[in-house]
């Protein structure tokens, strides 16, 4: 429901400025064309933050010295460049003109020279406030003194904002989180803008929204197991909602702190860089000692966190004290942390299909603590210390598997590299009884019955070799009528461990939702369900109705945002690249969502649209989901889409309007150009128009 409200309030903002610019004519325009918008970042961020090691015992000098150790160290030089100030740096009034200023006896020679310091280092400045009246620690705070605060940091040489959550005043967090997102925007100062509202109103939602780059998921980190890996729990879930340049953050690390062992420590640095997030360290870097150093410096794991293949890492395999975290990158390989929570050495297993790879005939395993390596038909396992991990990056280096046979195929029906599921196995064209294979009932979904399908029980995975082969998957999800109303889980699928698409919270007794996504160029499709994390996984029976691939189509995929365009007209602001249309300048749209299926790739759109782009007669099919943008409601009359090849309308669909998107599968073989046209059925008022997905096989 917050996600709904939040998304219909900002068409509304939108739609109001669009007149405004209008009225105010070239003026405006231009001066918003100067304002650089305040992220994306290309990677999560890397640098130091006071509060974990120092808590409000912080000062000018120290930040110097932290500074300087940050290069002495090398750590500079890995990637670590903000050095961020937490809670306590001001003073405990306000000056006469209304502006924050720096706490006189910490920080008597003030913030800007600090930043001059800094900057001279080669290191950028972060800075913190709370979205209240008060910070955690009771100094003065922005709520309602966003622009000012905003304008000051801008004016002292500020690089990141920690924008906390205390004494909040009950007011929305939506509102108090926008306020802050538009002030730093509105400096002109490419400021980074983190979220700490402790994982509360969904921010992996509504942060994007307002400007932020990356967000807190959960309550503060301590320096202790107990906490690290109760945080490392609540992640589980919120691995869709990454992208890249917006973050989950877990929190700071605490890595050299002392409160964890040797083990501890590198099992803490190495999932955090799996899960991409932000890498914060929280010690003190003036004594840092040579061991934590060989840590923090790995390169081999912080290339993992710095990489963008596609999503997030995420649990994949949850066999109690033994668990398997993998990330894909963006080379293909996997990284994977084989993850010891017992208090005893024990063997963790797994495979190559597990982590999302598979079809090949032999793996390379590269171990990234040890640098070893070694060569597998596919099984993967190690002797893991007590609250220890192993991590290792996974290549294909064989013989790939033959693809499944052309035509029109149920996953049902064809083999499945590997598959794991909450209770019972997934099952073959049966709901899941929970318990042994081939207990459940008939698939049936809000009353529709599926005579083929998967039914799954969450947390489920089921991989199946493409081989390169297929150009479109879809199912119609949903939770089995036999739960009745209990239930509630997300349904997301993945192409060699790339988030293509997911739905939102489904819960039993709803109705099905299509989930089509495009999977030209794919190796391997992984069909995934997870607990909506709201109340475990009691009764979430999944079902995978009519699950069905089209295949016969070999060639490698190419995403339609990911290339060049020739020329690109629209109907508000630019034609939107893996984001849907703000109307406005470019990158201000949010996820591309249709149909109750939110997509990270495509092309946001509003009519009258006409997107180009070169195909050189290299391609053979174009496929995508086209559909109105959830973030209009109902708003839009209605729209069409076409595609054009070479001046030759290719397909045209019928009106499309709210909720009801249309999957499309056209032949461009030997065209030399494409054409993505949307048009108006009525009024252009609110019609976002996504080309969600849009993927080529060339
Ligand atoms: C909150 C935040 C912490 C830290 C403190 C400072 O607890 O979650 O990360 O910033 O406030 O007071």
Request: glycine share 14%; proline share 4%.
């Amino acid at each position: 429901m917050i996600r709904r409200t939040a998304r219909l309030a900002a068409a509304v903002t939108v739609a109001i400025s669009s007149i405004v610019v209008v009225v105010a004519g070239s003026a405006g325009v231009s001066q918003a064309a100067a304002t650089p918008a305040p992220g994306p970042i290309t990677a999560p961020v890397m640098g130091w933050n006071s509060w974990n090691r120092f808590g409000c015992n912080i000062d000018e000098s120290l930040i110097r010295a932290t500074a300087d150790a940050l290069v002495s160290t090398g750590l500079r030089d890995s990637g670590y460049t903000y050095v961020n100030i937490d809670d306590c740096w001001m003073a405990s009034t306000r000056d006469a003109q209304g502006r924050l200023r720096p706490d006189p006896v910490r920080f008597p020679g003030g913030i800007a020279a600090l930043a001059d310091y800094v900057h001279a280092r080669g290191l950028k400045l972060g800075i913190y406030s709370s979205a209240g009246t008060a910070t955690c620690q009771g100094l003065p705070a922005s709520l309602d003194h966003e622009t000012v605060d905003a304008q000051t940091w801008a004016s002292w040489g500020i690089d990141l904002l920690k924008y906390d959550n205390c004494n909040n005043q009950g007011r929305p967090a939506v509102q108090r989180y926008k306020a802050m997102g538009d002030a730093l925007k509105a400096t002109g100062r490419h400021i980074v803008y983190s979220i700490c509202n402790w994982g509360l109103d969904e921010p992996w939602v509504f942060g994007p929204d307002v400007g932020g780059s990356y967000w807190r998921t959960t309550g503060d980190i301590s320096d202790n197991w107990g906490s690290v890996t109760s945080l490392l729990d609540q992640q589980a879930g919120l691995e869709t909602f990454a992208r890249k340049g917006f973050y989950n953050d877990p929190d700071m690390l605490e890595v050299g702190n002392g409160g964890l062992t040797a083990d501890e420590n590198v099992a803490h640095f190495s999932l955090w860089s799996l899960l991409s997030s932000p890498l914060l360290l929280g010690n003190d870097l003036r004594s840092v000692s040579a061991s934590t150093l060989a840590i923090l410096r790995n390169p081999d794991v912080i290339a993992v966190n710095q990489d963008w293949g596609g999503a997030q890492g995420r649990r994949v395999a949850d066999a109690g004290d033994q668990e398997v975290w993998a990330k894909p990158m963006s080379d293909g390989s996997v990284a994977a942390v084989l993850f010891n929570r017992g208090g005893a050495a024990a063997t963790v297993s797994t495979s190559a299909a597990v982590l999302g790879l598979g079809g090949s005939s032999s793996y390379t395993v590269r171990n990234l603590w040890t640098g070893s390596t070694s060569t597998t038909a596919g099984a993967i396992a190690a002797t893991v210390p007590a609250h220890g991990v192993t991590m290792v990056r996974v290549t294909r280096a064989g013989t790939l598997a033959a693809p499944p046979a052309s035509g029109t195929l149920q996953v049902s029906d064809l083999p499945w590299l590997a598959s794991s599921n909450g209770w019972g196995p997934a099952e073959r064209d049966r709901a899941n009884g929970e318990q042994a294979a081939g207990d459940g009932g008939t698939l049936s979904v809000g009353g529709t019955t599926f005579a083929k399908g998967i039914g799954a029980h969450a947390d489920s995975a089921v991989h199946v070799y493409l081989g390169r082969a297929c150009r479109t998957f879809t199912a119609q999800v949903g939770v089995d009528g036999e739960v009745g109303t209990n239930g509630s889980v997300r349904f997301a699928v993945y192409g060699d461990g790339r988030l293509l698409g997911y739905t939102a919270v489904k819960t039993g007794g709803q109705a099905p939702t299509r989930l089509t996504v495009s999977t030209g160029g794919y190796l391997t499709l992984e069909l995934r369900v997870t607990d909506a994390r709201t109340n475990g996984i009691q009764y979430d029976h999944a079902d995978w109705g009519a699950p069905t691939l089209v295949c016969g189509t070999t060639g490698a995929g190419s995403f339609v945002s990911d290339r060049t365009w020739g020329t690109a007209t629209n109907g508000w602001g630019p034609a939107e690249r893996d984001a849907s249309n703000g109307e406005q300048p470019a990158g201000d749209g949010s996820a591309l969502t249709v149909g109750g299926v939110t997509y990270p790739k495509g092309v946001g759109a509003h009519a009258a649209s006409d997107v180009t782009v070169p195909l050189g007669g290299a391609c053979s099919r174009f496929t995508a989901v086209a559909g109105l943008d959830a973030e209009v409601g109902t708003s839009s009359t209605g729209v069409t889409f076409s595609v054009l090849g070479d001046g030759v309308t290719l397909w045209t669909s019928p009106t499309v309007t709210a909720g009801a998107p249309v999957a499309l599968d056209v032949s461009v073989a030997g065209r030399t150009n494409l054409r993505l046209v949307v048009g108006s059925a009525g009024s252009v008022d609110y019609d976002h128009a996504d080309w969600a997905d849009a993927r080529l096989i060339c």
